[in-house]
């Protein structure tokens, strides 16, 4: 089965009535950090179609960056582990889609997948980027120059509305908490004797992508130590995913007094909801780098294999930490040489002297 305009010439078209746009999916990336990069694109559509309603298609672990969202209906789970596993269940998402009756579909995704899945879903408006070979299965493909692909990643997911003939409003990310939330780590902090009434600042060692975006763990702790003899009022906590409860504690052991780790712990948005108190965060290139941004936590972001010009952190309390290597960026997810000369170029007093400043700029008591 051929896509209805196969044999056509292909033209990138605006969308012009709005009023024929009453349910809108939009097809969520699947990383942390590029879903909330994402945010813009998705307020974007709620204010170009401020009647319609409103469905974000995710994947179980970005699903929590869009709960409490004003501009988001209801958040569809894609099940690619479960019910919608391999291409039996990806019919099945299809049938289940098109039993909602969307009239368009944003790809935030690239993938082939999202483009089939709308078009199986019998959705008569697709737009996305013309990547993966999907051009026939969009009927308004977006074409991506290199241009395009250089920009920072807010502005590539704003270049679909663009490109769509769509107003976008601003750039700026954004993450809602529930007042139950707040409540919530509250109780998490009391729980676990985490005086935080001054507020916490926030270490960040790992990251999901790969070893290779992962500063010295040595050196998070050698900068842990110093800024709590600089702050002794703040606690220390260590953040972290599932898996990275070892590094966490060990941070936490070399840090000494005064630190805590919850690496492990902790929910996404109990992890996201407990940054908002930090008064400063360091951090790798990783998800929560851009939950520090989207909350504009001062932060200091260490930055290595990865192109800083396109993921940087988006907030001008961001500091970014990189020393310039031949081989940086390789945007390998292991170093491919075996020296990781990117990361251990950075020294510690190299983001505890900003750390330091930061601090004394932003906490006064």
Request: aromatic letters at 6%; hydrophobic letters at 40%.
């Amino acid at each position: 089965m051929m896509p209805e305009s196969y044999g056509k010439k292909k033209e990138t078209m605006k969308i012009r009535n709005s009023e024929n746009i009453s349910r809108i999916l939009i097809r969520a990336a699947n990383w942390v950090g590029d879903a909330l990069m994402s945010t813009p694109v998705i307020r974007a559509a709620r204010r170009n179609f401020p009647h319609a309603e409103i469905t974000v298609l995710a994947k179980p672990w970005v699903s929590p960056v869009f709960e409490n969202s004003p501009d988001i209906d209801r958040i569809f789970i894609y099940e690619a582990a479960g019910r919608h596993r391999g291409n039996a269940g990806i019919l099945y998402l299809a049938k289940e889609l098109r039993s909602r009756n969307f009239d368009m579909a944003l790809l935030i995704q690239n993938a082939f997948e999202a483009a089939l899945i709308s078009f199986l879903a019998g959705i008569p408006v697709r737009a996305g980027y013309n990547t993966d070979g999907r051009t026939l299965l969009l009927t308004h493909p977006l074409k991506r120059t290199k241009e395009i692909k250089k920009r920072h990643q807010i502005d590539y997911y704003l270049g679909i509305t663009e490109g769509l003939g769509l107003h976008t409003f601003g750039r700026e990310m954004h993450l809602h908490f529930s007042p139950e939330e707040r409540q919530k780590r509250e109780r998490i902090l009391k729980e676990r004797n985490i005086p935080a009434d001054r507020g916490i600042i926030g270490l960040n060692p790992g990251a999901a992508y790969g070893s290779a975006k992962r500063w010295l763990p040595r050196r998070f702790a050698e900068t842990g130590k110093k800024l709590r003899q600089v702050r002794k009022d703040l606690p220390i906590i260590i953040f972290g995913g599932p898996g990275e409860e070892a590094l966490g504690e060990s941070i936490c052991r070399m840090i000494g007094e005064g630190a805590f780790s919850l690496a492990g712990k902790t929910g996404l948005r109990e992890a996201m909801s407990l940054i908002e108190m930090c008064r400063l965060f360091i951090t790798n290139d990783s998800g929560l780098m851009h939950v520090a941004a989207a909350l504009k936590i001062p932060q200091i972001a260490v930055f290595g294999p990865t192109d800083s010009s396109t993921t940087s952190p988006a907030a001008a309390s961001a500091r970014m930490i990189r020393v310039p290597v031949p081989c940086s960026p390789c945007m390998k997810q292991e170093c491919p040489l075996g020296h990781h000369q990117c990361m251990t170029a950075v020294s510690t007093d190299m983001v505890f002297s900003p750390a330091k400043q930061m601090l004394g700029e932003t906490l006064c008591f």
